[in-house]
């Protein structure tokens, strides 16, 4: 087996044991269509737990947006 397919396998093997342990290993709902969903769902939060993980370990200021003043913002009614 090549070097390069065994590591992307290993990767990937390891990411879905990282997803399994945090948010278990089944999933709650019957239909195929939001079994898949459940399980996309499962893959954006374990995303973005890493990415929240490494911008604290490294970090990075993770600024989405400027802050404005409070004149400068909208009223809700």
């Not at 070097?3 to 990937?12: G, L, M, Q, T």
């Not at 973005?48 to 913002?73: V, Y």
Request: hydrophobic share 35%; charged share 25%; glycine share 2%.
């Amino acid at each position: 087996m090549d070097a390069r397919h065994y590591h992307k396998r290993s990767n990937v093997e390891s990411t879905f044991s990282m997803i399994k342990a945090k948010f278990r290993d089944h999933v709650r709902t019957k239909t195929d269509v939001a079994m898949k969903n459940e399980v996309l769902c499962k893959i954006i939060c374990h995303n973005i737990c890493c990415l929240i993980q490494e911008a604290h370990e490294l970090g990075i200021d993770t600024s989405f947006w400027e802050k404005t003043s409070s004149a400068q913002q909208p009223v809700l009614n």
